[in-house]
C-alpha cells in the first residue's frame, strides 16, 4: 500500500499566525509526522495546483486559529477560504489550534460552510511556553493517532517554547546557508561560465583584431612607400603605426637643397627620436629639438632609422650645413639663416629665456628660402666632420649657435668643436639624405 506523502496539512494566516505554524511544523515533525506548510505568502486569488495537491495527499488538515485569521474569509479569493473549503470537500480530519488561546472568533458574514468546518470539530488549545510539548502531545494522543496512528520521535525532542525557537532559528541559519552556498555555487559556475565565454570571445576578437592590424598596417606601409619612392623608401614589414607615423612625419618635413641632397625643415625633434623606437611622447615636448645626445648616440640613431626605412640618413658636413643655411642655390649673403636681423630668424641669449623652443614653424621666427628654420641659434646642430680639420679622436664641428649664444655666434659661419662624446642641452642635430 502507498504510503501519503504527508500526514499533515498545516493552514494559518501568515501575518498574525506564520511563528506558530512553524513552531508546530516542528514538533510534529520531530515526533514523526510528515507536514506540509507553505512557508511562502499567498495573495488573494493565487491557490496553486501544489497546495490543491497537498491537501488532498495529507489525512489531516490543522488551521491555525490566530487572532484576526477568520477575518478574510469572507472574501472568495482568500486562499485561506480556499484551503479549508477543499478539505472539507474533500473529508479531510480538520482539526482547529487555538494557539494561546488568542482566537478571536468568526465575522458575521462568513460563509456558513467555512464556519462549520472549523467551529464543527473541537478546538485543540497549544500553549507556546513551557507546556508546549505537553499540549503538542496530548493534542497527538487525542486529535491525531485515531487517524494517523502512533509515531516514534526522529530525535531530539523539543519540550517547551524556547527550546523550539532556538532550534527552528538554527534550521533557518543552516537554510540560510545553504541557500547562498547554492547561489553562490550558482553564481560561481555562471562566472566561470561566462568567464570562459568571455576569453574565448576575447582571444576571438584579438585575433581578427590582429589580423586587421596586420591589413592596416600592410596598406600603411605600401601607401607610405608609395608616397615616399622618390626617398627609395623600403619599410621593415614589422613596424608599428607609430614608428611609421614618426617616419611620415620626418620625410614629409624632408627639404631638397639643389641637386645634392635633402635636409630635414626642422631641427630632429623628441616626436621623430621617440616615435623611431615605438615609444610614446608628451604632447608638449614633442616638437622639441632632440638635444643633450652625443655624436656616438645620434650615429646610432641614425643607423636605426636607415634599417627601418633603407634610406641612408646622415649628419651634413659642416660645408653642406653652411650650404643649406645660406639658402643652397639660392646663395644668401645674410648674417643669419634668412634675414640680417636676428630677431626675426633665431632664438638667442637676448630673446629665447634661456630655454629651447619647438621647431615647427609655429613660433614666430623665420625660416630662409629654403623653408628651412633655426638654422640659427635654438639648438646647436651636430655636423659629420671634425672641427676645423682636425684629425682622429679630435673635437667635431657644431653649426648654428644655441639658445644661450650672444647674436654673434648664431650666423650661418659660426662653429665650435665638440668631443664626440660629450653632451650639451642645447646641442641637437638635423639630417639629409643624399641624392643618389
Keep these: 500500500m502507498r504510503q501519503n506523502k504527508y500526514d499533515i496539512f498545516i493552514s494559518y494566516r501568515r501575518d498574525s499566525g506564520a511563528q506558530y505554524a512553524r513552531i508546530l511544523q516542528l514538533m510534529l515533525i520531530q515526533r514523526g509526522y510528515k507536514v506540509f506548510l507553505d512557508y511562502d505568502e499567498l495573495t488573494d486569488g493565487i491557490f496553486s495546483d501544489h497546495i490543491k495537491a497537498a491537501i488532498k495527499e495529507a489525512p489531516v488538515f490543522i488551521i491555525v486559529l490566530s487572532d484576526g485569521s477568520m477575518a478574510r474569509c469572507v472574501n472568495e479569493n482568500d486562499w485561506v477560504r480556499q484551503e479549508i473549503l477543499l478539505a472539507s470537500q474533500l473529508g479531510k480530519h480538520i482539526v482547529p489550534v487555538n494557539p494561546d488561546n488568542k482566537f478571536d472568533g468568526f465575522p458575521e458574514d462568513i460563509p456558513d460552510n467555512i464556519k462549520e468546518a472549523v467551529a464543527g470539530?473541537?478546538?485543540?488549545?497549544?500553549?507556546?511556553?513551557?507546556?508546549?510539548?505537553?499540549?503538542?502531545?496530548?493534542?497527538?494522543?487525542?486529535?491525531?493517532?485515531?487517524?494517523?496512528?502512533?509515531?516514534?520521535?526522529?530525535?531530539?525532542?523539543?519540550?517547551?517554547?524556547?527550546?523550539?525557537?532556538?532550534?527552528?532559528?538554527r534550521i533557518d541559519r543552516r537554510s540560510r546557508f545553504v541557500k547562498r552556498l547554492t547561489i553562490a555555487g550558482i553564481i560561481t559556475a555562471l562566472l566561470?561560465?561566462?568567464?570562459?565565454?568571455?576569453?574565448?570571445?576575447?582571444?576571438?576578437?584579438?585575433?581578427?583584431?590582429?589580423?586587421?592590424?596586420?591589413?592596416?598596417?600592410?596598406?600603411?606601409?605600401?601607401?607610405?612607400?608609395?608616397?615616399?619612392?622618390?626617398?627609395?623608401?623600403?619599410?621593415?614589414?614589422?613596424?608599428?603605426?607609430?614608428?611609421?607615423?614618426?617616419?611620415?612625419?620626418?620625410?614629409?618635413?624632408?627639404?631638397?637643397?639643389?641637386?645634392?641632397?635633402?635636409?630635414?625643415?626642422?631641427?630632429?625633434?623628441?616626436?621623430?627620436?621617440?616615435?623611431?623606437?615605438?615609444?610614446?611622447?608628451?604632447?608638449?615636448?614633442?616638437?622639441?629639438?632632440?638635444?643633450?645626445?652625443?655624436?656616438?648616440?645620434?650615429?646610432?640613431?641614425?643607423?636605426?632609422?636607415?634599417?627601418?626605412?633603407?634610406?641612408?640618413?646622415?649628419?651634413?658636413?659642416?660645408?653642406?650645413?653652411?650650404?643649406?643655411?645660406?639658402?643652397?642655390?639660392?646663395?644668401?649673403?645674410?648674417?643669419?639663416?634668412?634675414?640680417?636681423?636676428?630677431?626675426?630668424?633665431?632664438?638667442?641669449?637676448?630673446?629665447?629665456?634661456?630655454?629651447?623652443?619647438?621647431?615647427?614653424?609655429?613660433?614666430?621666427?623665420?625660416?630662409?628660402?629654403l623653408d628651412l628654420y633655426d638654422m640659427s641659434g635654438n639648438a646647436g646642430e651636430w655636423c659629420n666632420a671634425p672641427f676645423n680639420g682636425s684629425g682622429d679622436g679630435a673635437p667635431y664641428t657644431v653649426c648654428g649657435g644655441n639658445y644661450n649664444s650672444p647674436a654673434s655666434e648664431v650666423t650661418v659661419t659660426s662653429r665650435i668643436g665638440m668631443d664626440t662624446d660629450a653632451t650639451d642641452k642645447a646641442v641637437g642635430f638635423r639630417v639629409i639624405i643624399k641624392k643618389r
Design 121 to 169: 470539530n473541537q478546538h485543540s488549545e497549544i500553549s507556546f511556553g513551557q507546556a508546549l510539548g505537553a499540549t503538542i502531545d496530548l493534542m497527538i494522543k487525542n486529535r491525531l493517532v485515531d487517524t494517523l496512528g502512533v509515531r516514534s520521535a526522529l530525535g531530539h525532542k523539543d519540550e517547551d517554547y524556547n527550546s523550539a525557537k532556538e532550534t527552528l532559528a
Design 192 to 369: 566561470i561560465v561566462l568567464g570562459t565565454c568571455w576569453l574565448f570571445w576575447k582571444k576571438e576578437r584579438a585575433k581578427d583584431e590582429a589580423e586587421k592590424q596586420k591589413i592596416e598596417l600592410e596598406d600603411m606601409r605600401h601607401q607610405l612607400e608609395e608616397k615616399y619612392s622618390e626617398f627609395l623608401l623600403i619599410l621593415n614589414t614589422d613596424l608599428t603605426v607609430t614608428q611609421m607615423q614618426a617616419i611620415d612625419d620626418l620625410l614629409d618635413k624632408m627639404v631638397p637643397v639643389g641637386d645634392k641632397f635633402w635636409m630635414s625643415q626642422f631641427e630632429f625633434t623628441q616626436g621623430w627620436w621617440h616615435g623611431i623606437s615605438n615609444e610614446m611622447v608628451d604632447s608638449l615636448v614633442k616638437d622639441l629639438p632632440v638635444t643633450d645626445v652625443s655624436y656616438g648616440v645620434v650615429s646610432m640613431k641614425l643607423l636605426e632609422l636607415g634599417n627601418l626605412t633603407n634610406i641612408i640618413f646622415e649628419l651634413p658636413s659642416p660645408e653642406e650645413w653652411e650650404y643649406a643655411a645660406r639658402g643652397g642655390e639660392n646663395h644668401e649673403t645674410s648674417t643669419y639663416a634668412g634675414d640680417d636681423d636676428v630677431n626675426k630668424v633665431a632664438w638667442y641669449k637676448d630673446n629665447s629665456d634661456g630655454k629651447l623652443h619647438a621647431s615647427n614653424g609655429q613660433q614666430g621666427k623665420d625660416p630662409n628660402t
